[in-house]
């Protein structure tokens, strides 16, 4: 029953998100904000290393793209035991902002790599509902990007953003 309710209020935000007109923003503040919510909530010890593009600017819908970091950033937190370190770091190429949010976590068995943007694929240790990264390559191929993650069980994860620049 809590995975239907999670499971409809997630897509009942995602249509609400996606109706949200899209702006020009820059992505450093949004990252910012959601890291330092995400280091409040978790009461861990986190190392965060930040690296981003100053000037970097995207057109997107802001709140849909502060979903995909709280979900991403949230997953990292998640993976690390009693402390680690999350670091985001940006590179902007080509007309292409490239983001990279990596975790020293305990990263993702071999076997469970291929399911993780499927939904209701749940592997960590509160077993939670399993669509926050189904949700979050929604709202990134809904912007024209792609998401990719890796991994090494044991060692940590890395999350592979990419988004259309829209600097001049
Ligand atoms: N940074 C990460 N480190 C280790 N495992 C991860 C990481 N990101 C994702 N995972 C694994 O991928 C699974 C799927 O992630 P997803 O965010 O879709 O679901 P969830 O976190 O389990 O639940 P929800 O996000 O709906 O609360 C997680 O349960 C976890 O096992
Ligand atoms: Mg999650």
């Known amino acids: 029953m809590d ?5 409809l209020s997630a897509i009942q935000k995602f249509i609400h998100l996606k109706k949200e007109p899209r ?3 820059k992505l450093t503040p949004i990252i910012d904000q959601v890291l330092e919510a995400e280091t409040k909530k978790h009461k861990k010890k986190m190392n965060i290393h930040t690296h981003l593009c100053k000037n970097s600017e995207i ?3 802001p709140e849909s793209i502060k979903q995909v970091f709280e979900e991403i950033i949230n997953n990292a937190a998640e993976a690390i035991d009693t402390s680690g370190i999350i670091s985001v770091s940006s590179t902007n190429e080509n007309k292409c902002m490239t983001i990279y949010i990596n975790d ?3 990263g993702i068995l071999p076997e469970h790599i291929s399911r993780v943007f499927e939904p209701y694929q749940s592997f960590n240790r509160k ?3 399993g669509i926050g990264l189904f949700i979050a390559r929604k709202i990134i191929e809904d ?4 998401i990719k993650l890796e991994s090494t069980y044991g060692q940590g994860t890395s999350v592979i953003i ?4 829209a600097s001049e």
Not at 162 to 165: E, F, G, I, S, V
Request: glycine share 8%; hydrophobic share 20%; aromatic share 0%.
């Open 143 to 146: 912007h024209s990007g792609t």
């Open 3 to 7: 995975q239907i309710k999670e499971t």
């Open 59 to 61: 057109i997107v819908s």
């Open 127 to 129: 077993k939670s509902c």
């Open 23 to 25: 702006q020009k923003v």
């Open 104 to 106: 020293t976590g305990r």
């Open 162 to 165: 990419t988004l259309p620049d």
